[in-house]
């Protein structure tokens, strides 16, 4: 199996994980604030990383590294702050799609200023991939001042997650884990922050074990979108790593049993189709 071929495995699987993420952050959010949900994931991928870091006996990581994934995780708390923001004033309709797009044409571009434009068969699998995304996660919004909030949130989500995924691709080829401790503490450093400045208690992950399932995934996902950038093009990586809607569809169907939409069918399906021509 070649690099890019490896490469691109591990992006979906990274996807398939921040599907579950995001499936088991949603169901979190029932008990507990979205923010407090934000803290707390925040804190389980610190921790993991720690564990896996001495196992795996990692050194301390440079500076650039340490840099990188600050900023990689920073966007990333800001990301899914606003996403959570826009869920609490009934807009995720409408931000969830925009911001899944901009998320995956934000490396593109920036990959295309850095190594060049990928093949013709890879581009039309972009935009193939941006379109299913959207119908993935696209629902009814109810009126036009809704629409118009939310294309705005949707696009500052969509830019900070893109910076994550920009930002943790530079992170230097030999640290894994290390790198990505200190991120995770600057994420939860950003929750923490929302958290008191809302007046919320401190929550208690014992009593909550799905917001640790929930950034146990997430972390997970991380560390394979790392390794996967170093096997291929940054901007395959985070195209078919935004696909996880499509896991997110599949998981509330099954567990859930919630009703799947035509367009949501019709997104995943484009995505399997744009997800055949990116690995090509």
Request: charged letters at 10%; aromatic letters at 8%; proline letters at 4%.
């Amino acid at each position: 199996m070649t690099s890019h071929l490896m490469g691109a495995l591990y992006a979906l699987i990274a996807a398939v994980l921040y599907g579950g993420a995001d499936f088991s952050g949603g169901v979190a959010t029932r008990r507990l604030n979205h923010y407090q949900v934000l803290l707390l994931t925040a804190l389980v991928g610190a921790v993991v990383m720690t564990v896996l870091a001495l196992l795996w006996r990692e050194g301390l990581p440079t500076v650039k590294s340490i840099i990188n994934a600050v900023l990689a995780c920073i966007f990333g708390s800001i990301g899914l702050a606003t996403l959570y923001n826009a869920q609490a004033y009934k807009r995720a309709s409408v931000v969830a799609p925009a911001s899944a797009v901009v998320a995956s044409a934000v490396p593109v571009i920036y990959t295309a200023f850095i190594q060049g434009l990928p093949g013709a068969i890879t581009l039309t699998g972009f935009i193939l991939a941006a379109i299913g995304i959207w119908l993935t996660t696209r629902a009814e919004a109810a009126d036009e001042e809704q629409i118009n909030d939310g294309l705005v949130q949707g696009v500052l989500s969509g830019l900070a997650f893109g910076g994550f995924f920009i930002f943790i691709a530079r992170i230097e080829p030999g640290y894994i884990f290390s790198p990505l401790i200190f991120g995770k503490l600057a994420a939860a450093a950003v929750g923490l922050l929302i958290v008191l400045y809302k007046r919320l208690p401190l929550p208690n992950p014992i009593r909550h074990p799905i917001t640790i399932l929930s950034g146990f995934l997430d972390i997970l996902a991380n560390v394979l979108y790392l390794v996967s950038t170093s096997l291929t093009r940054v901007d395959i990586a985070a195209v078919l790593v935004c696909t996880y809607p499509a896991a997110t569809v599949v998981l509330s169907m099954l567990f859930f049993k919630e009703r799947i939409t035509h367009s949501q069918t019709l997104g995943v399906i484009v995505c399997i189709v744009a997800i055949a021509l990116i690995i090509i």
